[in-house]
């Protein structure tokens, strides 16, 4: 049913942003014409709950004009496309709204799989909403047995076909981070918590790259050495905010960036192959040798197949 909502939100968005100004009439054309619908309109009452809905969670407002016919639009139009999130909704489910509409491509149209998906999306976004505990049963990859307990949900985080929520622990009195695919339950409580004035989740992710905040490692410029066409990929999708092209050739280009080198840069250099190489800092270049030089003694000839 949370999930059932959560479409339903973002569906009434996309679909009025993309129509500019529309009337519930109109919207209830298109709902049909989706599997959500099942054959039935939205009511006008529902229709108003769900209006109120999405200015709560999502911060946007759908505004109605009476003047020739009752027309919804958004209110906010560039408050919503300058919010990160919200864009990503809207590019996320546009696509998937015009599959729904239009069944014959559905097996022409090819997505990622995202394992957490929505089941626990909805109760946490309400959680963080409304400043509720919610409690938790997590087993992670380390251990084999799950556990549960409370945390109080800070916000959310999609990387790499995974969703997190980033979360204080009042047990270890610090901020994790919790993979939503290893939550095998969660159960909103009914005691409040309150949301620190001064915790920025943008901030908080500033000099990370991924889903890892490790204050071990220090903040420091990164150099990256980018051989041939992965150039060109690097400057359509930069790595981090603080990419910057120092030098270019022919050949190669170089890139900087001012982060936190913890393991998902690391993996994600590695996965470049032959096109990267780091030129400092030298721990961090000596640290990726050592990586590629085990990877390659598994390739040796003589070695078990």
């Not at 990859?141 to 799950?146: I, L, R, W």
């Amino acid at each position: 049913m949370a999930k059932d909502l959560f479409n339903r939100y973002i569906w009434l968005v996309d679909t009025i942003y993309r129509a500019g100004k529309i009337t519930l009439e109109e919207i209830n054309e298109r709902w049909l014409r989706t599997e959500m619908s099942g054959g039935v309109e939205i009511p006008l009452r529902t229709f108003h709950n769900h209006r109120k809905a999405i200015e709560e969670i999502f911060d946007i407002n759908i505004g109605c004009n009476r003047r020739g016919g009752y027309y919804y639009y958004i209110e906010n139009l560039e408050d919503m496309e300058r919010s990160g999130l919200r864009t990503w909704l809207l590019n996320t489910f546009a696509v998937s709204n015009l599959i729904r509409e239009s069944r014959q491509l559905r097996h022409r149209i090819l997505f990622e799989n995202i394992p957490s998906g929505q089941r626990f999306l909805t109760p946490l976004i309400e959680a963080m909403r409304d400043g509720f505990v919610v409690t938790v049963t997590y087993r992670s990859f380390t251990h084999e047995k799950a556990s549960t307990f409370d945390v109080e949900p800070y916000c959310l985080k999609v990387f790499r076909q995974r969703w997190y929520v980033i979360a204080r622990s009042p047990v270890y009195d610090k901020v994790m981070i919790y993979s939503l695919d290893r939550i095998l339950d969660l159960t909103t409580t009914d005691r409040p918590f309150v949301y620190p004035e001064d915790f920025d989740p943008e901030a908080f992710f500033r000099f990370s790259y991924g889903i890892i905040v490790d204050e071990e490692f220090d903040v420091e410029p990164v150099s990256l050495k980018v051989y041939g066409v992965q150039c060109k990929y690097l400057r359509a999708l930069p790595l981090h905010e603080s990419q910057t092209e120092v030098k270019q050739t022919a050949d190669y280009s170089v890139f900087t960036y001012l982060l936190r080198p913890t393991y998902d840069f690391v993996q994600e250099v590695l996965s470049r192959g032959e096109d990267v190489e780091v030129l400092t800092p030298e721990w961090l270049r000596e640290g990726i040798r050592k990586k590629v030089k085990a990877m390659a003694a598994h390739y040796e000839e003589g070695g078990e197949r």
